[in-house]
């Protein structure tokens, strides 16, 4: 059991928007601590896909964007893509645990 | 560009000891510290140790603490995962990660990941 918890997957079509949220505790993302994600293909190691809550380094689209609040995190996709069916995991640090902690991932399916 | 080559990894018995490393290049080694990560089969990523930048400083992981050991070597650009008394929840593709900033180790994210090598544990 990973220490952020996120949805096993979620779907949509093509053009439509899709979020994947991200829920922790007063010991990581409720603490000062910020959320970034990653996205995942087949076989691939894990990208940046946003930083700092709601940062995306040069050459990740528009389309993507983050927020947080509170305990909980949410990564959005607008205007999904083929191209986007991949695993995305959200990631913070814990000082309880004084650990880089990632969730169990979101799998996103275009429909 | 960053590039981080990740090496070492195979089929292993439990209870035996195995040697990672992970080589680096397009940045310079001595001002960052560096990360070894590792991800079960269908599972999230799992933080395992991070080393600073001159080594004096290292971090692990509960599960694998007394255990394993990280190390980095300067003239080879190379950080290494000494893993010892391996058990078969350890099995998992192990990816070297490089922080994003640089200097001392804060709580922050990863810009570069190797392409990770792969360790499983089984009689």
């Known amino acids: 059991q990973s220490v952020l918890t996120q949805p096993p997957s979620v779907s949509g079509a093509l053009g439509q928007r899709v979020t994947i949220s991200c829920t922790g505790s007063?010991?990581?993302?409720?603490?000062?601590?910020?959320v970034h994600w990653y996205q995942q293909l087949p076989g691939k190691a894990p990208k940046l896909l946003i930083y700092?809550?709601?940062n995306r380094p040069s050459g990740v689209p528009d389309r993507f964007s983050g927020s947080k609040s509170g305990t909980a995190a949410s990564l959005a996709i607008t205007g999904l893509q083929g191209e986007d069916e991949a695993q995305y995991y959200c990631?913070?640090?814990?000082?309880?645990?004084?650990?880089?902690?990632f969730g169990g991932g979101t799998k996103v399916t275009v429909l | 560009q960053v590039q981080l080559v990740e090496s070492g990894g195979g089929v292993v018995q439990p209870g035996k000891s195995l040697r990672l490393a992970c080589v680096t290049s397009?940045?310079?080694?001595?001002?960052?510290?560096m990360h070894w990560v590792r991800q079960a089969p269908g599972k999230g990523p799992e933080w395992v140790a991070v080393?600073?930048?001159?080594?004096?400083?290292?971090y692990y992981a509960d599960s694998v603490k007394g255990r394993f050991t990280i190390s980095r070597d300067k003239s080879d650009n190379a950080v290494y995962l000494e893993m010892t008394s391996l058990r078969p929840e350890d099995s998992a593709m192990y990816f070297c990660?490089?922080?994003?900033?640089?200097?001392?180790?804060?709580?922050?994210?990863?810009?570069?990941w190797g392409q990770g090598t792969l360790v499983t544990v089984s009689s």
């Open positions: 990660a490089k922080p994003s900033s640089f200097g001392s180790i804060v709580p922050e994210w990863f810009d570069t």
């Open positions: 990631q913070s640090y814990d000082r309880t645990l004084s650990a880089w902690v």
């Open positions: 080393i600073s930048n001159d080594g004096r400083n290292k």
């Open positions: 007063s010991s990581n993302i409720g603490a000062i601590y910020d």
């Open positions: 700092g809550n709601d």
């Open positions: 397009g940045f310079t080694f001595t001002t960052y510290g």
